[in-house]
């Protein structure tokens, strides 16, 4: 069972016209699943090892899955009500301890939505068009059953379009497009996808130093009032070149403070608001350190971001401008777009 690199997507910016087969992007941990008889193993996407993670999935896989196989797909968890996908559980199933593992196994499981084959019965599907992959792993997972899933697919365009509004109410991310002639290539950007992007005005009360040095800024840490007027860490912008650092780095100087008064003081914070300190410690990486330096809260910056997770950004979020113009006290949560409700049950039936 070689290491698989997954095949990728290049990012659109709206829904590509052609011989394109489409299907709804999901918001999970993409994975490859190899099965050969009674072995199995699940290869993420940076072609790591998840099996031990999710147990409930192996077994789901061994029971469901032709006995000779190897498939593309996402692992998802559902929210506790089945509607929406839930990412921050999926984040929480990566955990050292095997008795935490097998708890959350149970407590909150996931599931596979399979969307391309590589291999069947000794027979290599790479080289084939995706038409040829995607009607064989329909016939491979025809007998299929929960937590098992087929992707759902289409070959109109107006129909992706409705999906691509409507899923994301049930938490998924937008629309992949796949050349129905194209085969399968590991690592290289031969599909596309449309995700989500909208813009907030968020205010800045924080910086990570680079990692390069104390002389410039690694990532802004942004903050929305909630009703009661307290602020909430929402996610951080870091993409920056590093000219741009090093000036952000001496524009921000005049306005670093201690954290006596600062709204993320965590000697005396609220324990209903979420800060920075909450997450000092990364799950992909238990070395690095996520401490940072407060800033008095007076500027506003306008971001890109696709969604919200809860009350944070699902990815990190990108500079677009400074927003002198904005008082940071008018920056809060009721300025988000929130996505129309759609029930994940519905997507997940093909």
């Given at each position: 069972m070689p290491p698989v690199a997954p095949m990728l997507a290049k990012a659109v910016k709206e829904i590509p016209h052609g011989s394109l087969s489409f299907e709804p992007k999901w918001d999970g941990f993409r994975s490859i699943i190899f099965r050969d008889g009674a072995e199995m193993e699940i290869g993420s996407r940076n072609e790591r090892p998840m099996t031990r993670y999710f147990p409930e999935v192996v077994d789901a896989a061994l029971a469901n899955l032709p006995e000779r196989c190897v498939l593309d797909g996402e692992i998802v968890i559902p929210d506790a009500a089945g509607r929406r996908l839930d990412f921050e559980a999926l984040l929480q199933r990566v955990h050292p301890a095997d008795s935490r593992v097998r708890l959350l196994a149970v407590q909150t499981p996931a599931a596979f939505v399979a969307f391309d084959l590589l291999a069947l019965d000794g027979t290599d599907f790479t080289g084939r068009p995706f038409s040829e992959r995607r009607a064989a792993l329909e016939g491979a997972l025809a007998d299929a059953g929960v937590p098992v899933h087929l992707?759902?697919?289409?070959?109109?365009?107006?129909?992706?379009?409705?999906?691509?509004?409507?899923?994301?109410?049930?938490?998924?991310?937008?629309?992949?497009?796949?050349?129905?002639?194209?085969?399968?290539?590991?690592?290289?950007?031969?599909?596309?996808?449309?995700?989500?992007?909208?813009?907030?005005?968020?205010?800045?009360?924080?910086?990570?130093?680079?990692?390069?040095?104390?002389?410039?800024?690694?990532?802004?840490?942004?903050?929305?009032?909630?009703?009661?007027?307290?602020?909430?860490?929402?996610?951080?912008?870091?993409?920056?070149?590093?000219?741009?650092?090093?000036a952000l780095f001496t524009e921000l100087q005049p306005l670093v403070t201690g954290f006596e008064g600062h709204p993320w003081n965590w000697a005396a914070r609220d324990p209903e608001v979420r800060n920075p300190r909450e997450a000092q410690a990364s799950r992909w990486n238990s070395g690095k350190d996520l401490s940072f330096v407060p800033l008095r809260p007076e500027r506003v910056a306008e971001v890109r971001y696709e969604h919200m997770e809860g009350t944070r950004f699902r990815h990190t979020a990108q500079f677009v401008r400074w927003r002198p113009d904005r008082d940071p006290a008018s920056c809060g949560f009721g300025q988000l777009e929130e996505p129309v409700s759609f029930n994940l049950s519905e997507v997940l039936a093909t």
């Open positions: 992707t759902r697919t289409t070959l109109d365009r107006d129909l992706a379009a409705q999906w691509f509004s409507q899923f994301e109410g049930a938490g998924l991310d937008g629309i992949v497009a796949k050349p129905l002639e194209g085969t399968y290539q590991q690592d290289k950007r031969v599909m596309f996808k449309v995700k989500h992007e909208r813009t907030a005005d968020c205010v800045v009360a924080g910086y990570r130093p680079h990692k390069s040095g104390p002389d410039a800024i690694g990532s802004l840490l942004l903050g929305l009032y909630d009703d009661a007027g307290r602020l909430a860490s929402v996610g951080v912008v870091g993409a920056f070149p590093m000219a741009q650092r090093r």
